[in-house]
Protein backbone atom coordinates (compact mmCIF):
# COMPACT_ATOMS: atom_id res chain seq x y z
CA UNK A 1 0.00 0.00 0.00
CA UNK A 2 1.14 3.30 -0.88
CA UNK A 3 2.33 5.56 1.80
CA UNK A 4 -0.17 8.48 0.90
CA UNK A 5 -2.90 7.97 -1.40
CA UNK A 6 -4.74 10.39 -3.40
CA UNK A 7 -7.53 10.65 -6.25
CA UNK A 8 -5.42 11.45 -9.41
CA UNK A 9 -8.78 13.04 -11.07
CA UNK A 10 -9.18 15.16 -12.97
CA UNK A 11 -11.93 16.78 -11.70
CA UNK A 12 -13.90 18.94 -13.50
CA UNK A 13 -16.30 21.21 -11.73
CA UNK A 14 -18.21 24.71 -12.61
CA UNK A 15 -16.79 28.31 -11.23
CA UNK A 16 -19.06 28.52 -7.94
CA UNK A 17 -19.37 24.47 -6.81
CA UNK A 18 -18.24 23.16 -4.27
CA UNK A 19 -15.76 20.29 -4.82
CA UNK A 20 -13.95 17.78 -2.41
CA UNK A 21 -10.36 15.96 -1.93
CA UNK A 22 -9.60 13.24 0.44
CA UNK A 23 -6.09 11.81 0.94
CA UNK A 24 -5.80 8.70 2.92
CA UNK A 25 -1.96 7.35 4.91
CA UNK A 26 -0.96 4.44 5.77
CA UNK A 27 1.32 5.13 8.57
CA UNK A 28 -0.56 5.40 11.83
CA UNK A 29 2.39 6.94 13.38
CA UNK A 30 1.75 9.89 10.98
CA UNK A 31 2.10 13.60 12.94
CA UNK A 32 1.55 16.70 10.49
CA UNK A 33 -0.57 16.87 7.44
CA UNK A 34 -0.45 19.32 5.12
CA UNK A 35 -2.54 20.57 1.69
CA UNK A 36 0.37 22.02 -1.06
CA UNK A 37 -1.26 23.58 -4.10
CA UNK A 38 0.91 23.29 -7.61
CA UNK A 39 0.59 25.21 -10.60
CA UNK A 40 1.47 23.69 -13.87
CA UNK A 41 5.39 23.85 -14.45
CA UNK A 42 5.73 25.50 -10.96
CA UNK A 43 6.89 24.67 -7.59
CA UNK A 44 4.24 23.24 -4.89
CA UNK A 45 3.20 25.95 -2.34
CA UNK A 46 1.64 25.02 0.94
CA UNK A 47 -1.94 25.53 1.04
CA UNK A 48 -2.72 24.82 4.21
CA UNK A 49 -1.56 22.86 7.80
CA UNK A 50 -4.51 20.13 9.18
CA UNK A 51 -4.92 20.71 12.50
CA UNK A 52 -6.21 17.51 14.85
CA UNK A 53 -9.55 19.92 15.26
CA UNK A 54 -10.18 20.92 11.63
CA UNK A 55 -9.26 24.09 10.11
CA UNK A 56 -10.64 26.91 7.45
CA UNK A 57 -9.40 29.23 5.69
CA UNK A 58 -11.58 31.27 3.67
CA UNK A 59 -13.05 29.19 1.02
CA UNK A 60 -10.93 26.39 1.69
CA UNK A 61 -11.56 23.67 4.61
CA UNK A 62 -9.09 20.87 5.75
CA UNK A 63 -10.26 18.16 8.11
CA UNK A 64 -8.46 14.91 9.51
CA UNK A 65 -9.48 11.70 10.73
CA UNK A 66 -6.92 9.93 12.78
CA UNK A 67 -9.23 6.83 13.10
CA UNK A 68 -9.43 6.08 9.73
CA UNK A 69 -6.09 7.57 8.55
CA UNK A 70 -7.50 10.34 6.07
CA UNK A 71 -7.55 13.72 5.49
CA UNK A 72 -9.91 16.13 3.16
CA UNK A 73 -10.02 19.45 1.33
CA UNK A 74 -12.92 21.27 0.78
CA UNK A 75 -13.01 24.20 -1.95
CA UNK A 76 -16.47 25.82 -1.51
CA UNK A 77 -17.75 28.78 -4.16
CA UNK A 78 -14.96 27.33 -6.82
CA UNK A 79 -12.76 29.81 -8.58
CA UNK A 80 -11.12 29.50 -12.42
CA UNK A 81 -7.95 30.73 -10.76
CA UNK A 82 -8.00 27.54 -8.04
CA UNK A 83 -7.65 24.76 -11.04
CA UNK A 84 -4.30 23.41 -10.17
CA UNK A 85 -2.81 19.93 -8.56
CA UNK A 86 -3.27 19.63 -4.93
CA UNK A 87 -1.12 17.66 -2.59
CA UNK A 88 -1.79 15.36 0.46
CA UNK A 89 1.56 15.59 2.36
CA UNK A 90 2.19 13.61 5.29
CA UNK A 91 5.36 13.88 7.72
CA UNK A 92 5.84 11.22 10.58
CA UNK A 93 6.39 11.39 13.97
CA UNK A 94 10.06 11.84 14.93
CA UNK A 95 11.26 12.80 10.98
CA UNK A 96 11.97 15.64 8.91
CA UNK A 97 10.70 14.59 5.67
CA UNK A 98 7.47 14.81 4.19
CA UNK A 99 6.18 12.15 1.95
CA UNK A 100 3.95 13.47 -0.70
CA UNK A 101 0.90 12.05 -2.59
CA UNK A 102 0.66 12.32 -6.31
CA UNK A 103 -1.71 14.70 -5.94
CA UNK A 104 -5.49 15.53 -7.63
CA UNK A 105 -5.95 17.08 -10.27
CA UNK A 106 -8.77 20.44 -10.73
CA UNK A 107 -10.13 21.76 -13.41
CA UNK A 108 -12.62 24.64 -13.08
CA UNK A 109 -14.39 26.14 -16.06
CA UNK A 110 -16.38 28.95 -16.53
CA UNK B 1 8.42 33.74 -0.89
CA UNK B 2 10.68 31.80 0.78
CA UNK B 3 14.40 32.67 -0.13
CA UNK B 4 15.79 29.71 -2.28
CA UNK B 5 17.22 29.79 -5.25
CA UNK B 6 17.81 26.76 -6.97
CA UNK B 7 20.32 27.11 -10.20
CA UNK B 8 20.41 26.22 -13.16
CA UNK B 9 16.64 26.25 -13.92
CA UNK B 10 17.46 24.31 -17.16
CA UNK B 11 19.93 22.41 -18.72
CA UNK B 12 20.51 19.32 -21.29
CA UNK B 13 23.04 17.23 -20.89
CA UNK B 14 24.54 13.76 -22.20
CA UNK B 15 24.72 10.07 -21.18
CA UNK B 16 27.13 9.42 -18.95
CA UNK B 17 28.41 13.24 -17.97
CA UNK B 18 28.45 14.38 -14.39
CA UNK B 19 26.39 16.73 -13.28
CA UNK B 20 25.66 19.37 -10.29
CA UNK B 21 22.33 21.04 -9.49
CA UNK B 22 22.52 23.89 -6.59
CA UNK B 23 20.26 25.01 -3.94
CA UNK B 24 21.21 27.98 -2.18
CA UNK B 25 18.82 29.53 0.76
CA UNK B 26 18.46 32.82 2.56
CA UNK B 27 16.56 31.86 5.20
CA UNK B 28 18.97 29.95 7.95
CA UNK B 29 16.70 26.73 8.07
CA UNK B 30 18.60 23.89 9.26
CA UNK B 31 17.00 21.22 6.78
CA UNK B 32 17.42 20.90 2.75
CA UNK B 33 15.65 18.53 0.80
CA UNK B 34 16.17 17.29 -3.01
CA UNK B 35 13.42 15.62 -4.69
CA UNK B 36 12.40 14.92 -7.97
CA UNK B 37 9.06 15.07 -9.54
CA UNK B 38 8.03 12.42 -12.37
CA UNK B 39 4.85 11.85 -14.12
CA UNK B 40 2.88 8.99 -12.52
CA UNK B 41 5.52 9.71 -9.46
CA UNK B 42 4.74 12.56 -7.85
CA UNK B 43 7.51 13.79 -5.57
CA UNK B 44 9.76 11.20 -4.06
CA UNK B 45 12.97 12.52 -2.13
CA UNK B 46 16.18 12.38 -3.35
CA UNK B 47 18.72 12.87 -0.32
CA UNK B 48 17.87 15.27 2.45
CA UNK B 49 20.54 17.07 5.30
CA UNK B 50 19.91 17.91 8.69
CA UNK B 51 22.97 20.35 9.31
CA UNK B 52 26.42 21.12 7.75
CA UNK B 53 27.70 17.80 6.85
CA UNK B 54 24.45 15.97 8.11
CA UNK B 55 23.00 14.03 4.91
CA UNK B 56 20.85 10.93 4.68
CA UNK B 57 19.51 9.02 1.65
CA UNK B 58 15.67 9.38 0.59
CA UNK B 59 13.70 6.67 -1.25
CA UNK B 60 15.31 7.18 -4.63
CA UNK B 61 19.01 7.82 -3.99
CA UNK B 62 20.96 5.61 -6.22
CA UNK B 63 22.85 7.25 -8.40
CA UNK B 64 22.72 10.72 -6.92
CA UNK B 65 25.21 12.09 -3.76
CA UNK B 66 24.64 15.10 -1.56
CA UNK B 67 27.09 18.20 -0.01
CA UNK B 68 26.16 20.47 1.79
CA UNK B 69 29.81 22.40 3.30
CA UNK B 70 28.03 25.62 4.24
CA UNK B 71 24.28 26.07 6.21
CA UNK B 72 22.75 27.73 2.90
CA UNK B 73 24.40 25.67 -0.19
CA UNK B 74 22.60 22.18 -0.59
CA UNK B 75 24.29 20.35 -3.64
CA UNK B 76 23.07 17.54 -5.68
CA UNK B 77 25.30 15.38 -7.79
CA UNK B 78 24.59 13.28 -10.70
CA UNK B 79 27.43 11.15 -10.81
CA UNK B 80 27.22 9.89 -14.49
CA UNK B 81 23.89 10.86 -16.22
CA UNK B 82 21.25 8.28 -17.42
CA UNK B 83 18.40 8.93 -19.37
CA UNK B 84 16.15 7.78 -16.75
CA UNK B 85 17.33 10.91 -14.73
CA UNK B 86 15.85 13.01 -16.84
CA UNK B 87 12.74 14.76 -14.61
CA UNK B 88 12.28 17.69 -12.78
CA UNK B 89 14.24 18.51 -9.53
CA UNK B 90 12.99 20.92 -6.85
CA UNK B 91 15.18 22.36 -3.67
CA UNK B 92 13.21 22.71 -0.36
CA UNK B 93 13.84 24.01 2.92
CA UNK B 94 12.45 23.62 6.10
CA UNK B 95 13.20 24.43 10.01
CA UNK B 96 12.47 21.08 10.51
CA UNK B 97 12.37 20.46 14.29
CA UNK B 98 9.89 17.28 13.73
CA UNK B 99 8.34 17.96 16.96
CA UNK B 100 6.30 20.86 15.46
CA UNK B 101 3.87 21.07 12.70
CA UNK B 102 6.20 22.65 10.20
CA UNK B 103 6.08 22.76 6.31
CA UNK B 104 8.62 23.08 3.78
CA UNK B 105 9.28 25.65 1.22
CA UNK B 106 10.01 24.89 -2.54
CA UNK B 107 12.30 26.03 -5.07
CA UNK B 108 11.29 27.23 -8.58
CA UNK B 109 12.91 23.61 -9.73
CA UNK B 110 15.26 22.30 -12.17
CA UNK B 111 14.21 21.20 -15.42
CA UNK B 112 16.97 18.48 -16.55
CA UNK B 113 17.02 16.56 -19.66
CA UNK B 114 19.58 13.87 -19.97
CA UNK B 115 20.07 12.78 -24.21
Known amino acids: RKEVEQDPGPFNVPEGATVAFNCTYSNSASQSFFWYRQDCRKEPKLLMS???SGNEDGRFTAQLNRASQYISLLIRDSKLSDSATYLC???????????FGKGTMLLVSP | DAGITQSPRHKVTETGTPVTLRCHQT?????MYWYRQDPGHGLRLIHY???????DKGEVSDGYSVSRSKTEDFLLTLESATSSQTSVYFC??????????????FGQGTRLTVV
Open chain 2, 92 to 105: AISEGDPDLNTEAF
Open chain 2, 27 to 31: ENHRY
Open chain 1, 89 to 99: VVRNSGYSTLT
Open chain 2, 49 to 55: SYGVKDT
Open chain 1, 50 to 52: VYS
